[in-house]
């Protein structure tokens, strides 16, 4: 019996080989940075310093000569000043108090007008395309084989840039079709390098993600790759998640205040028996993805499953225990967190027969924000 445990896939020298002689026809795609929307900035105003100088004196003098309304008479006729006397008088202790308290003033207010000036000039930053970050974005997957089938199809891709944006992965090939091994593990690894070569065209991100799944399919007819694979590509971008599908599976984003919002639409015929789908990637079959963007708020999860794991896992039980898994990816990560999980649905039996309900390889990769949001 093959052994459960996770272990990441290796692909042999000549598999690589292959790979990398398709990656390279791929060159010219070269992006200087991942996942970033142009930089928006904030235009910063022309530089009103010595205008704002200019009023903060024309105010301390009209102020002075509020407060002391001789002042200019004697500071413009000061030969008619009479001799100063002897010992001075109270109202000129009261004058010499106010022309300390406007200088104060005055030396307050061009401080003031230097920090506001220091605010303007950071308006020159380039911003996020996005104001929203949520918190540090945590990504984590796990794939096992299952205790029916002896060999796992399945095969899954993560890449966490930064705190805010990151790649998710997830295929599972074809079963009754010779190669589902093979294209599940070329495909995954061919999106993810796809899609870390950025985005040099500045196309929408869901048009990113079904151009990678286009260059895919170009890849399996030019190796001649026979085997059959689906594909959920999820891409997240601050707070935005964006996704391109093939297949069946499943694509589940938990909010933060419970609510269970499922994204994947399986390619299935009316009709038809519900292992049968009408959309994969293979080196003939022509696709039409299912696209779409979708906003997660800090606080929720976003789930990328094979249909081995989506046909099992309670996403209702998810969502009411949703902050004690997030405490879960926070101390110990998201793969721990999917391993414990495809562990509990491999051991799940049937309460009459004592029968495995899994019938199928087991893959669920997680993107969760845990330290955002409010407990509800």
Known sequence: MPTSKFTPYRPSKPYTARLEACVSACRNREAEQLMKAPPQSVANPPNKRNHHVVAVIAIAILLLFAAWPSFGQEFFDFPMLPPPSPEPSSDAFVQIAALVAMAVALLSALAAMRRIRKRLEKGNEPMA????????????????T???????????????????????????????????REAAHFAAEYLLRFLKRGNPDGIALPDLCESALTAVQKAFAELQISGLTTAIVALIDNDRLHYAVLGDGGLTVVHQDGMVQNLLAPHHALGEAEN????????????TPRIGSVRVEAGGMVLAMTDGTSDLLDMDWVATDRWRLLELIRTRGADQLCVHLLKNIEAARDEETGAVLHSDNMTL???AWPEGGEKS
């Open 276 to 287: 049968i789908i009408t959309a994969y990637l293979s080196a003939k079959q022509t696709f």
């Open 129 to 144: 395309a996005s104001t929203h970050t949520p918190s540090p974005l945590q990504i984590g997957g796990a794939t096992r």
């Open 365 to 367: 990769a997680i993107a």
């Open 146 to 180: 299952g205790k029916v089938r002896t060999e796992n199809q399945d095969a899954f891709r993560l890449w966490r840039f930064d705190d805010n944006h990151g790649v998710m992965i997830v295929c599972d090939g074809v079963g009754g079709h010779p190669g589902g």
